[in-house]
Antibody, heavy 121, light 110 residues
Framework: QITLKESGPTLVKPTQTLTLTCTFS??????????VGWIRQPPGKALEWLAL???????RYSPSLKSRLTITKDTSKNQVVLTMTNMDPVDTATYYC?????????????WGQGTLVTVSS | QSVLTQPPSASGTPGQRVTISCSGS????????VNWYQQLPGTAPKLLIY???QRPSGVPDRFSGSKSGTSASLAISGLQAEDEADYFC???????????FGGGTKLTVL
């Protein structure tokens, strides 16, 4: 059974750096084809993909946020960490991590419950 | 402004068939697979359709997906009250080298 859970601060100040951790179970990030992604959703708005890290440490970032994002993995701890620098109130959103399947098309087939991050002074 | 275009809303009465469109370009839908996600109110998204038209285990066969050219569609037949949710399409974009989502369609069951 695959589960993922996001953890991190619920409130950050503008200009601060956000660090979110995705702790997962039921799969290994050393398995060929597997990845973990981060997706966010501002209140009442659409999903926005942020970053992906694959089993082979290949990393992909949203072009519009690439300069602010870093994704890393700790395979031994079953964790993926996302950092986002220079936070702004427009970054207020629910942040999800999700398992990226090795199936064709690499869908996000398992999602965490999400964590709401508010950016405010 | 989302890369993939969906109608913001759709509606139907119980038992009806509704379709939700997702329009993209040659760099995303035109050359890659489309996945669909369902987001019930207050919950995380759930994979509904993958690989254009495949249903994960547990998804009723009332849900079906299709793709043609640079557009994709999600069809829901025998509409039920529990289908009221937001639906998002997604695909890999070769130009952006990343995943793109549609703006989402809010389905209301009247």
């Amino acid at each position: 059974q695959i589960t993922l859970k996001e953890s991190g601060p619920t409130l950050v100040k503008p200009t601060q750096t956000l660090t979110l951790t995705c702790t997962f179970s039921g799969f290994s990030l050393s398995t060929s084809g597997v990845g973990v992604g981060w997706i966010r959703q501002p209140p009442g708005k659409a999903l926005e993909w942020l970053a992906l890290i694959y089993w082979n440490d290949d990393k992909r970032y949203s072009p519009s946020l690439k300069s602010r994002l870093t994704i890393t993995k700790d395979t031994s701890k079953n964790q993926v960490v996302l950092t986002m620098t220079n936070m702004d109130p427009v970054d207020t959103a629910t942040y999800y991590c999700a398992h990226s399947s090795a199936m064709v098309g690499r869908p996000f087939d398992y999602w965490g419950q999400g964590t709401l991050v508010t950016v405010s002074s | 402004q989302s890369v993939l275009t969906q109608p913001p809303s759709a509606s139907g009465t119980p038992g009806q068939r509704v379709t939700i469109s997702c329009s993209g370009s040659t760099s995303n839908i035109g050359s890659n697979i489309v996945n669909w996600y369902q987001q019930l109110p207050g919950t995380a998204p759930k994979l509904l359709i993958y690989s254009n038209n495949q249903r994960p285990s547990g998804v009723p066969d009332r849900f079906s997906g299709s793709k043609s050219g640079t557009s994709a569609s999600l069809a829901i037949s025998g509409l039920q009250a529990e289908d009221e949710a937001d639906y998002f399409c997604a695909a890999w974009d070769d130009s952006l080298n990343g995943v793109v989502f549609g703006g989402g369609t809010k389905l209301t069951v009247l």
